[in-house]
């Protein structure tokens, strides 16, 4: 009945005041420090057990979700996406924001295990991410990665199963090249969250900027080649808004490559013909532009 005219003593309270992040553009998302991975594709009332461990209340779907980036991975399995624009920083402490998206390189922690989602090692306040197909998460967990080791945060080309958390960070090695995650077969989805001891990301601060992931383009596969009488015909699989020139050399000391016909097609079996291929010998190669 708020009956507090006869109360007495007083709290002390110390409140520290971030700048909110500017909206996001285009192809872009923002990723805040509560957002707790394991708590990936699970429904509003979901709760994150791992916060028992902490000193305030429950992870929960509503608040600590974390973030889906929002595109369709269908049909997309075996090809390597990169993350080539991380940006911003957190806090794991509630404070002002000093860690970067590549985490504390000087602390490991280690998320929980739950709703079928693995755990994963690595430096605190990292960005990390996991794959889901459209079903929400459950049962057994694959194995757990370990990123404690530079080594491992540097392998450049990862292939993480479904539900198996991994290290983002920055999208790139400490030498600077652009690493690639392969998105597994029958993965739908991608979800990134910040790495916290035990899921503890309820009382974090900050925010990472996010671009959406580059998917390079397929690699050319040429499916069947021929010679009949004067003709040499390759097929490839062609990708929507690329053209296929066939070009030619007589000897490979030669200086230039000769083009003979340049066709493209979206998702269709291009046939590319040397229809006067009568030298002793040839060789070819598919430019793709």
């Known amino acids: 009945s708020s009956c507090n005219a006869n109360n007495t003593g007083a709290f002390t309270v110390n409140a520290i005041i971030t700048v909110a992040p500017p909206s996001p553009p285009p192809g872009q998302v923002t990723v805040y420090g509560i957002a707790n991975i394991v708590l990936a594709g699970q429904l509003a009332v979901a709760s994150s057990r791992g916060s028992s461990a902490c000193n305030y209340a429950y992870d929960n779907g509503t608040l600590n979700s974390p973030v889906n980036l929002g595109f369709n991975l ?53 960005l990390v991410g996991v794959f889901l197909n459209d079903l929400i998460p459950s049962g057994t967990a694959p194995p757990a990665l370990d ?115 340049t066709v493209s097609c979206g998702g269709c079996l291009l046939t590319l013909t040397d229809p006067s291929a009568t030298m002793p010998q040839r060789f070819y190669r598919v430019r793709v532009d």
């Open 74 to 126: 269908s049909g997309l399995a075996g090809q390597a996406i990169q993350f080539t624009n991380v940006t911003g920083m957190v806090s794991l402490a509630g404070g002002i924001p000093d860690t970067l998206p590549d985490g504390n390189l000087s602390n490991m922690d280690t998320t929980t295990s739950e709703f079928g989602l693995s755990s994963v090692t690595g430096p605190s306040g990292a």
């Open 147 to 261: 990123f404690s080791t530079q080594a491992n945060r540097d392998i450049l080309v990862l292939s993480p199963v479904l539900r198996q958390v991994f290290y983002i960070g920055s999208g790139g090695t400490s030498l600077g090249s652009t690493k690639g995650f392969v998105v597994p077969q029958g993965a739908t989805r991608l979800f990134v969250g910040v790495l916290e001891q035990a899921s503890c990301n309820a009382n974090n601060t900050g925010w990472f900027s996010v671009g959406v992931p580059i998917l390079p383009p397929p690699p050319l596969q040429i499916t069947e080649f021929s010679w009949s009488g004067d003709a040499f015909s390759l097929n490839v699989v062609a990708t929507a808004g690329k053209s296929y020139t066939l070009e030619y050399k007589d000897s490979l000391s030669e200086l230039t490559w000769k083009p003979i016909m």
